[in-house]
């Protein structure tokens, strides 16, 4: 029997909003985006597949360079390590080292991957709370600035230090009371109860050790910019005490990441209300740095180097999501819903963020609250509980915004293979800086006991 219905579009009733904010900050119109630094979203999906991660060269080197200019103009001795944790893939830490970053990492293989990338040992901070004795050893012997999280870590490089008869030059992780962060009270060592100071006369009274910077990361995302202030003035403090109870100098202050990036946090105001710019940051940070140590430099000793390791606000807005509908259904409620090509193992920062997200095609229709699932069999892979969206159809294409920090690193290859990723470069050229994943590449690393292996069925008709 055929059919003679016309297709037509459910009436809805949308909320009004007066002017252009709500009490939430700026009305949720999805907006249409049809291209990626002048490369259409529809060719890229085309020719590299969706779901489909894509970089901008051109946003990174721009993000990177406006940190060193919003800092070097401010203090004299500037060093930048990029978090290779926010974001490790190859073509990334190259476009920040081309910058002149250096590498900021946490294990043994961040710290064979920034090797192996061709960063000189002497340009690498290594921090984090697991270092194994064979990849500390390899740090020292290659120069590498290795701030200690831990007495158990300071007494394997005392050792180190003892087998090769040198002394070593580290630093420590300190953590402390802001009074604006809750305290990272896991990391490194606490100045209020007095184990940093410890940590700092245990080195001293090595042979083979010598305390030369001081380190903190006193948290993620942060919006207040006294919290910078306050890191700073403790530090100092601190930095005072250790030189004057145990006669070490101190030559570096590594404040650590935490700027805020592009995102809304789940709950909070839109970021472009919140989120301080990058040269508000550097001005608190410098202007407080150079007032609290006026002193010290009036009495003849060295300013010392300022170290930065931001992570999330020098590439997430350079990281977008490209993904298609795949399927479209109505739930018992009432609310649209559409099943997309990528979940929630792609875009782990979706438990945090409400990402931006737009239409690669022109809006038609009436937008609607609508709930988007990824493609997993699982009742948690929810891409976001709620957006206001036109209707969509099957191979509708969505952009999921600043997505470049954490995605490609705490992605998980979960049921789906894991998408190419592409950068599209500053002359417009694209290129695969990661390639998807097929059946090969997720079993490469299986192995299958002889037993076990085709051909060796134990059946009951043998
Ligand atoms: C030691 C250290 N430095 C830098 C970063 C980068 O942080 P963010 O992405 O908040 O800038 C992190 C992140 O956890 C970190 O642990």
């Not at 105001?269 to 608190?284: F, G, H």
């Not at 699932?373 to 099957?394: E, F, H, K, Q, W």
Request: proline content about 5%.
């Amino acid at each position: 029997m055929t059919s003679n219905k016309k297709n037509g579009t459910r009436p809805t009733i949308t909320s009004h909003v007066m002017g252009e904010l709500n009490k939430l900050g700026c009305s949720d119109t999805p907006t249409h985006l049809s291209e990626i630094d002048g490369v259409l979203i529809d060719d890229l999906a085309e020719r590299f597949g969706s779901p489909l991660f894509v970089l901008s060269e051109r946003k990174l080197r721009e993000n990177v360079r406006r940190l060193f200019s919003a800092f070097q103009t401010r203090y004299p001795d500037v060093i930048y390590g990029w978090s290779y944790k926010t974001n490790y893939l190859g073509a990334v830490c190259q476009t920040f080292h081309q910058e002149g970053a250096w590498a900021e990492v946490v294990s043994a293989f961040e710290y064979e991957k920034a090797r192996s990338l061709g960063v000189p040992g002497h340009r690498i901070i290594f921090n984090g709370p697991h270092k194994k004795r064979a990849i500390l050893a390899q740090a020292v012997n290659e120069g590498a600035r290795i701030h200690i999280d831990n007495l158990d870590e300071l007494y394997t490089l005392e050792a180190i230090g003892a087998a090769n008869e040198k002394v070593i030059p580290v630093a420590i992780r300190l953590n402390f009371d802001t009074g604006f962060t809750a305290p990272w009270s896991r990391f490194g060592f606490n100045i209020e109860n007095g184990q940093a100071l410890e940590a700092a006369r245990r080195i001293s009274d090595s042979s083979y050790l010598k305390l030369c910077g001081l380190h903190s990361h006193i948290g993620t995302f942060i919006l207040d910019t006294r919290a910078y202030e306050a890191q700073i003035r403790i530090m100092c403090v601190f930095m005072e005490t250790a030189e004057a109870e145990t006669g070490c100098e101190i030559d570096s202050l590594d404040m650590g990441g935490g700027f805020a990036s592009c995102n809304s946090l789940q709950g909070n105001l839109p970021s472009e209300q919140i989120v301080p710019e990058i040269e508000q940051y550097a001005r608190v940070i410098c202007d407080t740095l150079l007032e609290v140590t006026r002193d010290r430099t009036a009495r003849g000793k060295p300013q010392p180097t300022l170290i930065l390791e931001s992570g999330r606000a020098m590439v997430d807005d350079a990281g977008s999501l490209i993904t298609s509908v795949v399927a479209t259904k109505h739930l018992p409620d009432g609310r649209r819903s559409a099943v997309l090509d990528a979940g929630v193992n792609l875009l782990f920062t979706g438990f945090l963020y409400n990402h931006p997200i737009k239409l690669a095609q022109e809006p038609q229709g009436i937008p609607e609250d609508t709930v988007l699932y990824g493609p997993l069999c699982m009742n948690t892979d929810v891409v976001r509980a709620s957006v206001s969206l036109p209707p969509l159809g099957i191979n509708d294409r969505l952009v999921i915004m600043s997505v470049g920090a954490y995605n490609n690193t705490q992605w998980l290859q979960f049921i789906e293979y894991r998408p190419n990723v592409v950068m599209v470069h500053e002359d417009g050229e694209v290129s695969v800086i990661r390639v998807a994943e097929d059946l090969q590449a997720v079993t490469v690393q299986e192995r299958l006991p002889e037993h076990l292996r085709i051909g060796h069925q134990v059946s009951s008709d043998q």
